[in-house]
Nanobody, 119 residues
Framework: QVQLVESGGGLVQPGGSLRLSCAAS????????MGWYRQAPGKQRELVAT???????????NYADSVKGRFTISGDNAKNTVYLQLNSLKPEDTAVYYC?????????WGQGTQVTVSS
């Protein structure tokens, strides 16, 4: 069974930083597209970042325009873990952040971790 367990969320002041972690199991992590989505109160879920692996091209990343230059996605195959480094945080970054598993196979999202940016 696919499992994605997020951690690292919390309360941070504007301009601050956090690092989110996603511990993955139940699939071939090193060959999968991984990423992060987020959903703010009253808004639709949006894609934040993705990273490809295996035959799709290891290490290739893609970012939403709203986070480009501030957030960095990375992965550790030995630990089956994907990370999202959040820098220069803004109040509008406040959301539940969800780890995502893409191809091969069915898409899947974790339970989410709350990020709140406020003074």
């Amino acid at each position: 069974q696919v499992q994605l367990v997020e951690s690292g969320g919390g309360l941070v002041q504007p301009g601050g930083s956090l690092r989110l972690s996603c511990a993955a199991s139940g699939f071939l992590f090193r060959l999968s597209v991984m990423g992060w989505y987020r959903q703010a109160p009253g808004k639709q879920r949006e894609l934040v970042a993705t990273i490809t692996g295996g035959i799709t091209g290891g290490g290739l990343t893609n970012y939403a325009d709203s986070v480009k230059g501030r957030f960095t996605i990375s992965g550790d195959n030995a630990k089956n873990t994907v990370y999202l480094q959040l820098n220069s945080l803004k109040p509008e970054d406040t959301a539940v952040y969800y780890c995502y598993k893409g191809p091969p196979g069915s898409p899947y999202w974790g339970q989410g971790t709350q990020v709140t940016v406020s003074s």
